[in-house]
T-cell receptor
């Protein structure tokens, strides 16, 4: 069975600092990887996805993530965060044999001035 | 273009009562999904409609939950009778394509509180 682990439930960071939100997955089949963001009082929004090809994926709002097959990781990074990046971030996988999205527990990014 | 809309945004009911959540997907999206997040836990898949047919309902917790999508447009998720453990946020999502290449667009969620 597939699973996703987000290692940090909360990540506090100061504005303009870099940030990395960690995500590890387990799967015995090919996976497709996603990061979603939920801003306060809004729905989930797709940040970026890895389906195939280049392991470094760039998304919206200056975020990027790197697929590392050997470490089964898909960490999300941003070199300089803004207050407006304060939100909850979800890593997710889609298994090629079930087609269902499987989410991690979520990481709350708190950007402080 | 309107996004995925869900109603109500918040519902508070007593144990044993019935609640019906509604989801209006993006027009033209044949695929409609329900997910649920119980407090402190991860978001979990409930079921997937393709048009009016249930493609996959393996995530439905038990027979107190009934999902419908009559006519292949909006969908309802009924919980009857509600139990305390049903409290959480119920998300609806829709997509034009199924599978990993089809981007899911999520609604804001319906928060259900069972007292």
């Amino acid at each position: 069975a597939q699973s996703v682990t987000q290692l940090d439930s909360q990540v506090p960071v100061f504005e303009e600092a870099p940030v990395e939100l960690r995500c590890n997955y387990s799967s015995s089949v090919s996976v497709y990887l996603f990061w979603y963001v939920q801003y306060p009082n809004q729905g989930l929004q797709l940040l970026l996805k890895y389906l195939s090809g280049s392991t470094l994926v760039k998304g919206i709002n200056g975020f990027e993530a790197e697929f590392n097959k050997s470490q089964t990781s898909f960490h999300l990074r941003k070199p300089s965060v803004h207050i407006s990046d304060t939100a909850e971030y979800f890593c997710a996988v889609v298994s090629s044999n079930t087609g269902k999205l499987i989410f991690g527990q979520g990481t709350t990014l708190q950007v402080k001035p | 273009e309107a996004g995925v809309t869900q109603f109500p945004s918040h519902s508070v009911i007593e144990k044993g009562q019935t609640v019906t959540l509604r989801c209006d997907p993006i027009s033209g999206h044949d695929n409609l999904y329900w997910y649920r997040r119980v407090m402190g836990k991860e978001i979990k898949f409930l079921l997937h409609f393709v048009k009016e047919s249930k493609q996959d309902e393996s995530g439905m917790p038990n027979n107190r939950f009934l999902a419908e999508r009559t006519g292949g447009t909006y969908s309802t998720l009924k919980v009857q009778p509600a139990e305390l453990e049903d409290s959480g946020v119920y998300f609806c999502a829709s997509s034009k394509l199924a599978g990993p290449t089809g981007e899911l667009f999520f609604g804001e969620g319906s928060r259900l509180t069972v007292l």
